[in-house]
């Protein structure tokens, strides 16, 4: 029997926020991916901070960045934080790790997840900072 | 429906292409390296197919991908994409319908799938 595909493009007008995940453990990032996805949101994978910055400085919309800190290249997850700072004040983000929260540079105050964290804990974080990135 | 598993190193063609997919009904991994591929092939995700770039992807490259796919995942079915002509040679050997030469159009590369799906499924070898 043959797999039916309908063939449309994807609409982006007006639908669900966007998140950007920030993740090199693919495996990790694709079960957190699928779990929003699964939620209604929209989310951009990205292995590495650079990937990140591609997309930011695309302007691709984005609502919220979810990152983690320890990345390979040149950018860890707070060099990240305080590029998007300086580049993008005011967006939301969530900074993970799996030690205590690295401090961020410069004025960025991230939101902080210890990991390891289920992925419905990220689900929340990200519907609280979003909410109350809505009312400030 | 099908799972298929891109590979791409660029992160705007990755995530458009990505994007399309699910809207078309397919579950859609996203893999930027051949390292990272080989991650997914090594867990318990069910594969279908794997859409992969050749060039750029890290250590290895595309044709490593193919082979240890077709050696290991007989299951699995390969689609190659790249930009740059000579690749198509050595594509043709990995993947039965050869490569999809970039830019390539989005509807195109559904219906290379569903192909490959439906050569599998009315082989009973899925």
């Known amino acids: 029997m043959s797999e039916t595909a309908t063939a449309s493009a994807p609409d982006r007008t007006g639908s669900s926020p966007t998140i950007l995940i920030v993740e090199d453990e693919i495996l990790l990032r694709s079960l957190i991916a699928e779990h929003l996805r699964d939620q209604g949101f929209h989310v951009i994978e990205s292995t590495n901070a650079r990937e990140a910055i591609d997309v930011i400085a695309s302007n691709t919309p984005v609502d919220l960045v979810f990152t983690d800190h320890n990345m390979p290249g040149a950018m860890d997850g707070r060099t990240l934080v305080a590029w998007l700072t300086h580049n993008r004040p005011g967006l939301p983000v969530i900074l993970t790790s799996g030690s205590l929260c690295p401090a961020a540079g410069g004025d960025a105050h991230p939101r902080f997840m210890m990991k390891p964290y289920s992925v419905e804990d990220v689900e929340r974080q990200i519907r609280l900072l979003l909410q109350a990135s809505r009312d400030t | ?126």
């Open chain 2, 1 to 126: 429906m099908a799972t298929i598993l891109v590979v791409e190193p660029d992160i705007l063609v990755r995530l458009v292409i990505c994007d399309y997919l699910r809207s078309c009904g397919y579950r859609v991994i996203e893999a930027g390296t051949a390292d990272e591929a080989g991650a997914v092939l090594g867990s318990d995700v069910e594969l279908h197919v794997v859409f992969a770039e050749v060039h750029g992807l890290g250590s290895r490259d595309g044709f490593w991908l193919a082979r240890t796919i077709r050696e290991s995942y007989p299951n699995i079915d390969v689609i190659l994409t790249s930009g740059i002509a000579n690749a198509s040679e050595k594509a043709a050997e990995l993947c039965d319908d050869g490569l999809m030469v970039k830019p390539y159009d989005h509807e195109q590369v559904v219906r290379r799938i569903k192909l490959l799906r439906d050569r599998r499924n009315s082989s009973g070898l899925t």
